[in-house]
């Protein structure tokens, strides 16, 4: 199955039915933060839909490699992390392992 993985974002060629991940060229599945490392709100998660659907779109025409998924998978990345320091989103204090991989959180001076 052709998938490409960063640490918060997970795309495959494929669609889940039940437990399982059926390999399928036409359909591509996005997986956000599927270790919940961030506290996600609806308008959050919608703007990496959005931009996922973007980038898939400005993608059609090209031959479906591991290169041009991990490419998206890429630039998703970035939006996390933008969304990270702009507040949009937040560090799971529950998180089972806090490893702050996208940068320890900053406090604002007193």
């Known amino acids: 199955m052709l998938m490409s993985t960063t640490r918060h974002i ?3 060629a494929g669609e889940v039915v ?3 991940r059926i390999p399928n060229d036409g ?3 996005l997986d956000i933060d ?3 490392e961030f506290v996600w ?3 959050a998660l919608q ?3 959005g931009a996922f659907r973007q ?3 400005q993608a059609q025409g ?3 490699t591991e290169y041009n998924l991990r490419r998206i998978g890429s630039d998703l990345e970035h939006l996390v992390r933008a969304m990270l320091q702009a507040g949009e989103i937040a560090y799971n204090l529950e998180h089972r392992v806090l490893n702050y991989s996208m940068g320890r959180p900053q406090v604002a001076p007193k």
Do not use: R
């Open 18 to 20: 039940g437990e399982d």
């Open 55 to 57: 980038l898939v779109e």
């Open 27 to 29: 359909i591509l599945t």
């Open 34 to 36: 599927p270790d919940n």
């Open 41 to 43: 709100n609806e308008s």
């Open 10 to 12: 997970h795309i495959f």
């Open 47 to 49: 703007k990496v839909h």
């Open 62 to 64: 090209e031959d479906l």
